[in-house]
Nanobody
């Protein structure tokens, strides 16, 4: 059983930078896909980015492409989301989730970390 724990959220001014971490425990994720999502108050959960841990292949939602970067450190069993040029609209709870492979459902979720961007 995999457990995921996000960290790195906080309060930042518009234009600022944050790096979120998603640490996995309980099982090595080397063959998995890990994704980052967010949910703002009153809005549906939104996919942001994903990475295949074995190959490093990444994908991004268009609205964050060029501002957000997903990466992984397989030795640390950790996936990161670097967020640049943050906007107030980026304010949300950010979650990471894992899937066992391409096309599989994201079935393990972290508890989330709050990101608040002030104007």
């Amino acid at each position: 059983q995999v457990q995921l724990v996000e960290s790195g959220g906080g309060l930042v001014q518009a234009g600022g930078f944050l790096r979120l971490s998603c640490a996995a425990s309980g099982r090595t994720l080397s063959s998995y896909i890990v994704g980052w999502f967010r949910q703002a108050p009153g809005k549906e959960r939104e996919f942001l980015a994903a990475i295949r841990l074995r190959s490093g292949l990444t994908s991004y939602e268009n609205s964050v492409k060029g501002r957000f970067t997903i990466s992984r450190d397989n030795a640390k069993n950790t996936v990161y989301l670097e967020m640049n040029s943050l906007k107030p609209d980026d304010t949300a709870v950010y979650y990471c989730a894992s899937a066992t492979g391409p096309g599989a459902t994201y079935d393990t979720w972290g508890q989330g970390t709050q990101v608040t961007v002030s104007s």
